[in-house]
T-cell receptor, first 117, second 118 residues
Framework: KAGVTQTPRYLIKTRGQQVTLSCSPI?????VSWYQQTPGQGLQFLFE???????NKGNFPGRFSGRQFSNSRSEMNVSTLELGDSALYLCASSNSALARKDTDTQYFGPGTRLTVL | AQTVTQSQPEMSVQEAETVTLSCTYD???????LFWYKQPPSRQMILVIR??????QNATENRFSVNFQKAAKSFSLKISDSQLGDAAMYFCAYRKPQNSNSGYALNFGKGTSLLVTP
């Protein structure tokens, strides 16, 4: 089974631009979560999508948005980029179902390294 | 909000020896899940081990085991027979019980960098 894939792997943008990152989950997984990793703030949860609906959202400004498609692929968008948005953006997928109590594992992709100049 | 604290920014262990990484967390929930993830230089996050709070038995995965102390809100990771490939950043993570409001959000600690020396 193929793992979680993220594209692109590296991205360089300038302040004020916008960027779209893509994540393809493991086949059959319906939940996709996004995290931002920076040296200063560590790993922070951005949002989670399940069946094309945002199920949970972290404490990030509205410039950060996302969506999920019917095939479970997800995109996240950052508008009006700031220098502080430079980070590794990680996507994770899981075989989530609300009725289940067991701890479905979140499988992470390799990340997209975004540099804002 | 739940907080996860890893008090050891760096740890070092010799090959074949045992090392324990510490993690404490703060929550008012009685049911939750705890995880240890490994992030090697490739930056790929890999699940090492997970623990359900409602289970009293400590989780074990080959050379990796945890010491889960629910009352103390402590969740340490023990790595036995350390190998060079164990060198990585280790993150402790907490997740609330799954329901329509919490979904799958993981709260991570700041991480512990593990160095393995020959």
């Amino acid at each position: 089974k193929a793992g979680v894939t993220q594209t692109p792997r590296y991205l360089i943008k300038t302040r004020g631009q916008q960027v779209t990152l893509s994540c393809s989950p493991i086949s059959g997984h319906r939940s996709v979560s996004w995290y931002q990793q920076t040296p200063g703030q560590g790993l922070q949860f951005l949002f989670e999508y399940f069946s094309e609906t945002q199920r949970n959202k972290g404490n990030f400004p509205g410039r950060f948005s996302g969506r999920q498609f019917s095939n479970s692929r997800s995109e996240m968008n950052v508008s009006t980029l700031e220098l502080g948005d430079s980070a590794l953006y990680l996507c994770a997928s899981s075989n989530s179902a609300l009725a289940r109590k067991d701890t479905d594992t979140q499988y992470f992709g390799p990340g997209t390294r975004l540099t804002v100049l | 909000a739940q907080t996860v604290t890893q008090s050891q920014p760096e740890m070092s262990v010799q090959e074949a020896e045992t090392v324990t990484l510490s993690c404490t967390y703060d929550t008012s929930e009685s049911d939750y899940y705890l995880f240890w993830y490994k992030q090697p230089p490739s930056r790929q996050m890999i699940l090492v081990i997970r623990q359900e709070a409602y289970k009293q038995q400590n989780a074990t995965e080959n050379r990796f085991s945890v010491n889960f102390q629910k009352a103390a809100k402590s969740f340490s990771l023990k790595i036995s027979d350390s190998q060079l490939g164990d060198a990585a950043m280790y993150f402790c993570a907490y997740r609330k019980p799954q329901n329509s409001n919490s979904g799958y959000a993981l709260n991570f600690g700041k991480g512990t960098s593990l160095l393995v020396t020959p």
